[in-house]
């Protein structure tokens, strides 16, 4: 919050950039594609191996295209059709257009719903992704705590599998136990 303070302030005054929409709106949608971006940085470090692997994917794999397809440097109307196609999976295209159209055009939420429920529906296809691939991490994790790094996605397979047709959630340590003996 105070960051997009601080950045609404500085465009105000020192860019006079005025606001021409409503404020309560432009905040609103700035939460939305922060927690956008969140989502995405925690899909990112769920995934990596490392800190220094997210740092790189955040880099080469966000940076550069937020820069290069987002519509702030390059007009998306003007690039090749493939790359206009790669610049709707970029959030901060979303997030410009939503700027663009509150902050300098003046426009309400009928005119920025779209965007909107793209950036929403980012943001739970992004969350769904990482609590998916958490659970698999957290499985990856305990079999190398256990030594059997090879196999641990047969691991995970077989503790759900037999903790389902038991029933039972409290034997799963039993069973990673006996798994790891078997």
Avoid at 42 to 69: C, D, E, H, K, Y
Avoid at 143 to 162: P, S
């Amino acid at each position: 919050m105070v960051n997009i303070g601080s950045i609404l302030l500085l465009s105000v005054f020192v860019l006079d950039v005025p606001i021409m929409g409503n404020l309560f709106l432009l905040v609103a949608e700035c939460l939305l594609f922060t927690v956008a971006v969140l989502a995405l940085g925690l899909l990112i470090s769920t995934v990596s191996n490392s800190q220094q692997v997210a740092m790189l994917i955040s880099l080469m794999g966000l940076f550069l295209p937020t820069v290069m397809f987002s519509g702030f440097m390059f007009p998306v109307e003007n690039m090749p059709i493939p790359l206009q196609v790669i610049s709707n999976i970029v959030p901060a295209k979303w997030f410009y257009y939503i700027v663009k159209n509150v902050m300098i055009k003046g426009l309400g939420f009928s005119y920025v719903w779209k965007e909107t429920l793209i950036l929403t529906g980012m943001i739970e296809r992004f969350w769904t992704l990482e609590t998916e691939d958490s659970t698999l991490s957290s499985f990856k994790t305990l079999a190398c705590t256990l030594g059997i790094e090879q196999d641990w996605l047969g691991f995970a397979y077989d503790c759900l599998l037999r903790t389902v047709e038991n029933g039972a959630a409290g034997e799963i340590r039993g069973r990673l136990c006996a798994w790891r003996t078997s």
